[in-house]
């Protein structure tokens, strides 16, 4: 029982942990699960390219019809990829594996409060959970950087700013609370590109809700954000909102339910999903 | 209380029917909605020009999640523009308007059988009930037509044919059922055309799921159509499917829920939303 042979050590308590694999982009979706099912645990930007990752949101039944009307009225912040019926735990998504523990990373919530981060969920797993599979701006990432569109916190090394808005989602339910958005900071030249770009991937948030104008937004300070990191903004950049995937978490954990899991952040569950699948037309 | 000076003599039995418009696609969404609350009973086809008409789908509260997770499962079939919530009777889908009234005809099924086809629900209208608002090819159909390719349904003056298939829909809760396509042939050249212009219009129905072999979705003769009309196919053209909104009704009205409505065929809600809204990119 040694880790001597890894490149990276992995986090302690988890005998037998497989080595950090060379090359993340190559690995399949499966590879992939399986490396994080084996206790490997790490953010999985750059694993499996050209695949979907995605978000995860675990509600009881009782909450799934809000969750689903929500995501419903709500689509560019919810854009729903699969929902896995009460107590399944493997789906096509992610053939073969299990939603118990193929995310390197989970966040537990008892009565919308955070109360544990475990690597898998077989000490909270219930019959009547019902699993959410929400697309990701991952899968976006990767078509503007195709198409030669810089993304800037790719580029700095840091995680996207999002910031709550003081635009209201549709309600739904016990479901409410205010949309939240990623913003990148796009070369005026490419901002049309930018647009034409994402309109094409309606599953995971397609075309931004807003070019321009934070304030309008209710944004004081792009310097500042309420979750992820603060980017560097280019000379001759304009910043450009789309709407983000922790606005259904955000709803849900205000909604108080007795228990709602979801995915640690970028620690994202990776489907077998082509991204070029998603792209219309 | 005379109809003498009415166009076309409405079904007897309603007081005091409004006439029938000279132009019935220059009347706004809100003035064909208040037209057919006053009791003007017609199919919608040609009305309110520019303006997505959609489907009604109205079912207990109770077999609200298997509706809105089967349509979330078979987007093509069942794409949602809009729910209103139990007893909700109006939305910004309908502006002022009342789903009870609005919509020309209904059709009423009681543990699905068909029992009545009322011009409103007023009789039938309970406060658990949760409407759904499903998009409908007309939009793209006006679409193809200003793409110039032509709709042979349309010249032919008939219906569209639509058709069971020997494919299974994803089922969810009590809904199943198989996938119902409508079939338009269209010419041999502008196949790609059709393709690339209902792409842009994922939310009512978007791309073809099936071009040619009509034998593979297990239909073995285009002449005999399981709804609508058979259609001349002209020479030349090749038979082009689309998920329809059928498939839906099909698969509630086999879940057999105590109570669900529709609308009559042809006889659609119309909406507030602009086909040019439902276009991307």
Redesign the interface.
């Known amino acids: 029982m040694t880790h001597g042979t890894q490149p990276t050590p992995a986090p302690s308590g988890t005998p037998e942990l497989p080595p950090e694999p060379a090359v993340p982009g190559r690995l399949s979706p499966a590879e992939a699960r399986g490396l994080f099912r084996a206790g490997f645990v790490t953010p999985t930007a750059g694993y499996s390219d050209g695949f979907a990752q995605a978000n995860l949101l675990i509600v009881p039944k009782e909450q ?2 809000d969750v ?2 929500f995501a ?2 709500n689509l560019k912040a919810c854009p ?1 990829l ?2 896995l ?1 009460a107590g399944e735990t493997s789906s096509e998504l992610l053939a073969g594996g299990d939603i118990r523990t193929d995310v390197p990373r989970y966040t537990v919530y008892e009565d919308g409060v955070l109360v544990d981060s475990p690597t898998d969920l077989n000490a909270v797993w219930r019959d009547d959970l019902v699993t959410f599979i929400l697309g990701c701006s991952f899968s976006f990432e990767a078509a503007l950087r195709e198409g030669d569109v810089p993304v800037a916190h790719i580029e700095q090394g840091v995680n996207v700013p999002m910031f709550r808005t003081n635009r209201e989602c549709a309600p ?2 016990a479901m409410a609370g205010p949309l939240v958005v990623s913003m990148r900071p796009i070369p005026a030249s490419q901002v049309a590109d930018a ?2 770009i994402t ?2 991937y ?1 599953a995971v948030h ?2 931004p809700v807003h070019v321009g104008d934070p304030a309008a937004l209710g944004i004081a300070d792009l310097s500042r954000p309420d979750f992820g990191d603060p980017v560097r903004i280019p000379e001759g950049t304009v910043p450009v909102f789309w709407a983000c995937g922790v606005t259904p978490q955000a709803a849900v954990m205000r909604s108080k339910p007795a228990l709602a899991i979801g995915h640690a952040p970028g620690h994202m569950l990776i489907t077998d999903l082509k991204n070029s699948a998603l792209q ?2």
């Open positions: 799934a019809f689903l009307l419903q009225r729903v699969g929902v019926d739904a339910g647009v034409r309109s094409r309606p397609g075309a219309l037309p």
